[in-house]
Structure formats: C-alpha cells, structure tokens
C-alpha cells in the first residue's frame, strides 16, 4: 500500500454523540467483521467501557474502503474518548493522524469538550472534517447547529454531511468524503524506522503488546528493534494490524498504524510516546513524544486484606503500562496499614482504575476520600507538595497553603445559565468570562480544583438537565485560607479520613460529615463516637448507638436458613469493611466526605 492510499483520523465526538455507533458502522461498510460479530459494540472492548458505555482506551482499526473511484484506500482509525478526564488521550491519539471528523449530535449541538479536542486538533495540524449525526431525530436542528460549529469551533461547516449513524444513511458518503479531504500520511518511506508508541497494554498471552504508528521507514516481522528512550532491544516477534481482530503481517510500511509485541517481559518496557526504531540501522532522533501528563487527584488505596499488598502493586504497575496518567507510590496509614498513594486525572479516572482492579485482578480494596494536591510553604520558607492530608506538616510551621485553581470552560443553553452561575458561586467560583454564542452561552470561570474534582460535573448536569458540558485546564497555585480537618472514632484520630477544606466551609462540611458517617458506619458492639476537629479543637459530634443485640435475633424464631442468609450477607458485607481499631469502618464512610456539599 503506497503513502497515497492511506489515511489515518480519529473521531471526535462528546460523549453519546454516535462515535461508537459510527466506527461500528464504518467496519460493517468495509466488511471488517461478519453481522454477528457486530452484535455490540466492537471498539469498547473492555467490560467496563461497555457497561457505562463510554470509550476510554484508544484503540484502533485498519479498514480497506473501495471508494467510487474505485481506488482502494487503507482507513486506520483510531479511536479516543470523549470524557474531560481523559483529554489527554485524545491529544496522543489525534499525534498519529493527518484528519479528524468532528461528530456533532445534531439535537444537542456542540459541547465543551469537543470543542477543545477540535482546536488540539487544529494545533497539531489536522484537517477536522464535520459531521452532523442523529439526523434521523424529529428533534435534530442541523442549520442551528452549523451557526454553533462555526460560531463556537470557527470551521466551516455549511457543506457538512447530515447523516445517521444509527439507520445507516450517509455513512458511506463520510467515508468517500474522508479520502478526498483528509490528506495521507508523509514520511520517508526508504529512511531509517521511526515508529511511535500510540499505546502499549500488558497481554496475559503476548506480554506487551504496542500500537504503533510507522512515520518513516519500515518493520518487518523478526527484525532487532530498539526502544529510543531506554536503548533496549528485542525481536519484532509479531507485527500486524487490527481489522479489528488482530491480524498478524509481515511488514508495517510508512503511514500505517499497526502492533508489535516483541517478547517484552518488563512491563516497562515500551513506554507510550517512545520511538522505536531498527537495532542495525537507527534513525538519528527519537520523534517529539507525547507532553507529560500529572494527576490531579489522589487516593490511598489500601488492598483489605494485607496478604493482598503485594498482588495489588503488580496489578497497579501492569495498569500504568498504558495508563501513563496513572501514578502511585507506597504509603501506609495508622488506621489502614500498608497500601499506595495514587494519582488520577479525575474522579471518572479514579473509578475506572478501582474498578478495574477489582474485576481484572481480583483485589479488594478500600479507597481513602480523594484530594487535590497542595502547594505548602513552611515558614523556613520550604515548599512541599502535599497530595495526603495526614501529611501536612504542624499547623504552626505553615506560612501559607496554595491550592490549585482552572479555569472550566462550560456551554449551557441559555435557560440554565442561572442555575450554572449559581453552582459556579457555591464551589467559590470567579468569572472571567461570558459570551452569548446562538442560543449557548459559553461561561468561563475560574474555581479551585479541589472543588471541581469532587463532583462539580454530577451537579452541573443535574442543574442543567444534562444540557451543559464542560472542560477544564489548570492555571496555577494560589493561596487560600485552607484548614485541616480530622475525624476521630471513639477519640482517636484515624489519618484516612482527614480532609482539607476552606476555613469558611470547615464548620458544614465537618457537620454534614460526622453526620453523614453516622450513617454509614454500621451498629457495633460499642457505642461509637464520632467527632470532627479542627487542630485541638472539636467542631462537631454525632454517635453510633451500639446494636445490643445480635442481628440473628431479628430473625423469625426457628427459620434457620434464613438465619444463614442473613450471616452470609454480613460476611459479604465484610469485605468491604477495615477493621481500624475496634471498629469496622466500611468504604462508604472513607468516602462520606464526597457525599457531603
Ligand atoms: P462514547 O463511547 O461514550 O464516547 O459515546 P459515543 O459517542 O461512542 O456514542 P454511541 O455511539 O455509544 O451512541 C450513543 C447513543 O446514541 C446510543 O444509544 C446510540 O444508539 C445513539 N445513536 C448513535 N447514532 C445515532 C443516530 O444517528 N440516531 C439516533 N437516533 N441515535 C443514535
């Protein structure tokens, strides 16, 4: 396949837009797999994604497109998620393609996140192609939402195409519009190898697997290649492409986007955004890689059982591999023992890896409330960076506590702006901006992070009946008046539950806290006392009334198998419970702080 009969894009899309629905739609077009395959969705493959049904790994597919001129095109797409927490994935995905069609719904009309993805897109040299999906709706207003995309985006978007990707019309059109406008890839096609690490994941039968997209040069199967940044080198024992079922090739040429698997056994091995190029004929310069990514919140996650310590960095290391986001280093807490400090690009980020590893590896884990991390100076004038509240120092040693602030980009249909800018308020928000764009209004406003990460995006879809969307871009430290506030069970302070909070908020939340954890600490032997202080000096209190009796007595008199119901469900519950001291403390509670406003 010459460079002139290959094209490499992405979908943009926020999420529920039809990107999904589309590439399926795409690979039936060009026979890539059999109707009954195409039963579900083919690009989510992991069961997470399918079940909340939002795409998060990029991952990629190789399609031949007969067009009507009847030259044969090679298609790689390459897919990217569409929530705010993983943008960074979108810009690694969007540095191996010539263009991107941008997928608007056109009954919802643009949303903040694409809006940001389209200019990444256009900074890193892109044709962005739009596409008006979900025609097919009575609601769908296409003419008002080509006055948003080139109001909002700035990109001409009256000759865009109106399809459906749900009843299958235009989708064919897109594709002989996408030969035509996006251009094919260049490179040296006789120089040394350069290929990019686009992503790598740990195969539990190939070892590390790397998807890769070949700039110059070419890779044949069982040539030495060497990984630039580490100047390692293994055998290309496998290369090929996805169709997308992996298919095993021969060679991957200039322009093609392909996988190696190179018998790596250390999971570290193949970092995302590397080069890799041939051990015998190296090219001179790694290729740009991709800008590093830092995690804005962090958690301790602590494995239940401590034999599972051991199981649960190794799972942690085996997820990082193509999860540079994913951060963690080993911390131990009084109450929880031994676990690791992680770091997340965002609560979604932080749920998707807990879940993972307890559906992937098999881990039972508790996860401490998460937090942003914090710019302190002591008075010595040291400046420490403190992602765990139980680590700040000595109130009386800190000159000042600066938190981090970003600046959100939100759309909202006009009749919710009230209710936007009032939520923007309460999280102590400050607007810098507002801009009436057709019947949105774009909202630019400045808030600290720790009250964004939390559950900023839930309240902001609440309040706006899910119309309003949102991105975001950190901006800088800033000093605020921040306190810490402690938890104590039965007079003990227990360091997993201390949170950072404003001065002016500490007074409700350190209420609405040991409220909260009232609730759901269960009933215990003992009368367990709750309290929340700040330094010395205690704020709030609430109690646990000790249970008395033993739950089998509520039982009907005799009904033994009922009983054993009853005990069992208690032992399940277990699971998820720590002992700290002698109290079982459930994982609910360790996060109570996300429930309180
Ligand atoms: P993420 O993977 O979460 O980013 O979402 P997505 O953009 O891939 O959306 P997906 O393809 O999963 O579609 C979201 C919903 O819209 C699904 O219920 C689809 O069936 C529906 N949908 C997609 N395209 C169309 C369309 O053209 N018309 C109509 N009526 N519904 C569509």
């Known amino acids: 396949m010459d460079l002139q009969h290959i094209r490499n894009f992405s979908i943009i899309a926020h999420i529920d837009h039809g990107k999904s629905t589309l590439a399926d739609r795409f690979i039936q077009l060009c ?14 493959s992991m069961d997470i994604e399918r079940e909340r049904g939002i795409t998060i790994k990029a991952q990629s597919v190789t399609l031949n497109f007969t067009a009507k001129n009847g030259e044969i095109y090679q298609l790689n797409f390459i897919d990217t998620p569409g929530h705010v927490d993983f943008s960074y994935e979108v810009s690694r995905s969007l540095a191996a393609c010539e263009g991107a069609i941008l997928v608007v719904d056109a009954a919802q009309g643009v949303e903040a996140q694409s809006v940001a993805n389209c200019y990444t897109a256009i900074e890193l040299g892109l044709e962005v192609m739009p596409v008006l999906n979900k025609i097919d709706l009575p609601s769908a207003e296409p003419e008002k939402v080509i006055k ?26 897109v594709l002989e519009e996408l030969v035509h406008v996006i251009p094919p890839p260049e490179g040296d096609v006789e120089g040394p190898l350069q290929a990019l690490i686009i992503d790598s994941w740990f195969d539990n039968y190939l070892g590390v697997v790397s998807l890769v997209k070949i700039v110059n040069g070419s890779l044949r199967k069982k040539q030495k290649i060497t990984i630039m940044s580490t100047g390692n080198s293994f055998i290309a024992e496998r290369i090929g492409i996805f169709t997308p079922k992996r298919l095993d090739t021969l060679e991957l040429k200039t322009g093609q986007v392909g996988f190696v698997v190179g018998a790596i056994k250390d999971i570290f091995g193949a970092p995302v955004g590397d080069t890799i190029t041939l051990t015998g004929n190296p090219c001179a310069k790694a290729l740009p890689g991709f800008q590093k990514v830092q995690p804005r919140v962090f958690a301790g996650l602590y494995p239940v059982s401590s034999d599972d310590y051991e199981d649960l960095r190794e799972s942690l290391s085996k997820l990082r591999l193509n999860d540079a986001a994913l951060q963690f280093e080993p911390e131990s807490s009084q109450a929880l023992g031994f676990g690791f400090r992680c770091g997340f690009l965002g609560m979604l980020h932080m749920e998707i890896i807990q879940e993972r590893l307890e559906r992937e590896y098999d881990v039972n884990l508790i996860t401490t409330a998460p937090t942003v991390i914090y710019e302190v100076e002591t008075n010595k004038g040291d400046v420490l960076y403190v992602d765990n509240p139980a680590n700040l120092p000595d109130i009386g040693s800190i000159k000042m506590i600066r938190e981090p602030i970003i600046q959100a980009n939100i759309l909202v249909p006009q009749e919710y702006l009230g209710s936007v800018i009032t939520l923007c308020i309460a ?51 800033e000093e605020a008046a921040l306190v810490k506030l402690d938890v104590l069970i039965n007079g003990d302070r227990v360091d997993a539950l201390s949170i950072i909070v404003h001065r002016d908020l500490s007074q409700t939340r350190g209420r609405e806290l040991v409220e909260k954890m009232k609730e759901l600490i269960p009933r215990q032997m003992y009368e367990v006392a709750i309290q929340a202080a700040i330094g010395g000096k205690i704020i709030a209190r609430s109690t646990v009334k000790s249970m008395g009796k033993n739950v089998t007595a509520k039982c009907y008199g005799g009904d033994i198998s009922r009983k054993k119901k009853l005990l069992e469900k208690q032992k399940a519950g277990k699971k998820r419970m720590k002992q700290v001291g002698n109290i079982e403390i459930p994982q609910e509670a360790f996060l109570a702080v996300l429930q309180v406003n």
């Not at 001409?156 to 019309?169: D, M, V």
């Not at 406003?445 to 975001?472: C, H, I, N, Q, T």
């Open 31 to 44: 026979d890539g797999l059999s109707a009954r395959e195409m039963n579900t969705q083919v690009l989510d």
């Open 427 to 477: 999280k102590r928000g400050v607007q810098v901006n507002m801009q009436y764009l057709g019947s949105q209004v774009s909202l630019h406003y400045e808030l600290p992070l720790s009250e964004v990460v939390l559950d900023f995006f839930d309240r902001l879809k609440s309040v706006s009946r899910g119309y309003a969307s949102f991105e975001y871009e950190f901006k800088r430290f």
């Open 148 to 173: 948003e995309i080139e109001d909002i985006i700035g990109i001409p978007a009256e000759q865009a195409l109106r399809i459906s990707a749900k009843t299958g019309l235009g989708v064919a059109e």
